[in-house]
């Protein structure tokens, strides 16, 4: 098969993937068949079954990959939108996403102390609340399993989208800034998507508390290893 062939091939795979997550998670509204469990579970499956290495997928979806940045732009025109409604309420957000940045760390290695778990696992599980390539990347340099990082990320995700709608009311946010902040904040790319569902406005600052949640994790994870370190001895 030439390149095309297989680009049309895993298109239509990766289409057919996420309308049986779709329907799986639609039917049973179990949190562990949400769709992109399903979705991604059929692609390895398919993989499995044929024989073929999945990095054969990797190499020949640049056409999805061109969309996803395509989704990306679509956020920031989204920002761009409402441009002096974010900027009339930067510091509180900056300040906001610095604290959600801060007490998601803090938790994690606290909880994970208490367990005792050993430092690798600690590290692995540190940037959970942070988008998909930069949590992998700060796991690799820290001696973090780069691989449980990514399910870990994926999982906190979906968890965050599944039941942040319903904890902020039931603990009373409605502020649409709120939402938007603390759905990106928490569950990165697949709570901002959530966002968007519940307005524009929540999907942009969504978008925004993503970059803003890498940019304040990428410096905090590195101050906060070496206090880990001392306290588990």
Avoid: C
Avoid at 25 to 53: D, E, P, Q, R
Avoid at 80 to 88: A, M, V
Avoid at 105 to 112: D, K, T
Wanted: no cysteine; proline share 2%; net charge positive.
């Amino acid at each position: 098969m030439i390149n095309l062939q297989l680009e049309i091939l895993f298109i239509l795979l990766t289409v057919a993937a996420y309308i049986l997550g779709k329907l799986v998670y639609k039917k049973s509204k179990v949190m562990l068949l949400h769709t992109i469990i399903v979705a991604t579970a059929f692609i390895i499956l398919f993989f499995g079954i044929t024989g073929n290495n999945i990095e054969l997928y990797e190499q020949n979806t640049k056409v999805i990959r061109y969309v996803l940045n395509l989704s990306v732009v679509a956020f920031g025109f989204l920002l761009y939108k409402n441009y002096n409604f974010i900027k009339s309420r930067g510091l509180s957000i900056l300040l906001a996403t610095f604290l959600g940045s801060l007490s998601s760390i803090v938790s994690v290695g606290f909880i994970s102390i208490l367990l005792k778990a050993d430092l690798q696992m600690i590290i692995t599980l540190l940037p959970k609340s942070i988008t998909t390539p930069i949590a992998i990347g700060l796991s690799e340099q820290a001696g973090g399993v780069v691989y449980l990082t990514a399910v870990v990320v994926i999982l906190s995700g979906i968890f965050g989208a599944v039941v942040g709608p319903w904890f902020l009311k039931v603990v009373g946010i409605r502020s649409r800034v709120g939402v938007g902040l603390s759905m990106g904040s928490a569950a990165h790319g697949v709570g901002t998507a959530k966002a968007l569902e519940m307005g524009a406005l929540e999907g942009a600052l969504g978008g925004l508390a993503i970059a803003l949640m890498g940019l304040f994790t990428s410096i905090l994870i590195p101050l906060l290893v070496p206090v880990i370190k001392l306290v588990i001895g």
